[in-house]
């Protein structure tokens, strides 16, 4: 089993109180927007990571992670991108992306908007995970972590919510 924590739109803030959520994930998986590379550099010191630069990360971040990432965890294929949409309304490259690869889980970031579902129409679990940073006109900061078994099936998936916002 593999425990995950997904994150998105931190835009170069690493909430305190997300510290513990990492320590209690094997890896952690971030949808872009990351802001300053010191962000990755103070989570890959706590765990391994798999992240996408977004829309506002700078040259740097851009050099370390890719637009798009496809792998595979326990036989279920994960593809992470920013930009995306969600089921029903994806963009046309996100939509090109989900035909050609067949995800299982397929996670993306940018809206800022808090969002799991299974994609019937595609077969996918869609995973928002909202903005973890305190940038942005949303109210709350959302993450979200899951466990994915050796056979492949996801379970235990939880929504993480700073209330009390830092903002």
């Avoid at 490259?93 to 995800?103: D, Y």
């Avoid at 942005?136 to 099936?153: M, S, Y």
Wanted: hydrophobic residues 35%; proline residues 4%.
């Amino acid at each position: 089993m593999t425990k995950v924590l997904i994150m998105s739109d931190t835009h170069s803030f690493l909430d305190p109180r997300l510290k513990k959520h990492i320590k209690n994930s094997d890896v952690v998986w971030h949808a872009g927007d990351i802001g300053k590379i010191e962000v990755m550099d103070k989570i890959k010191s706590m765990k391994p990571i798999i992240a996408v630069h977004g829309n506002i990360d700078d040259c740097i971040v851009k050099s370390e992670y890719p637009k798009t990432q496809i792998f595979k965890i326990h036989g279920k294929k994960v593809v992470i991108t920013h930009i995306a949409g969600y089921p029903g309304r994806y963009n046309g490259k996100a939509l090109n992306i989900i035909k050609n690869e067949q995800p299982d889980i397929f996670v993306c970031g940018h809206s800022h908007i808090l969002k799991v579902m299974y994609d019937q129409k595609l077969k996918h679990l869609h995973i928002n995970p909202g903005a973890s940073g305190k940038h942005g006109f949303h109210k709350l900061q959302t993450a979200v972590k899951l466990e994915i078994l050796t056979n492949g099936d996801v379970q235990n998936c939880e929504i993480i919510e700073l209330t009390n916002s830092l903002k």
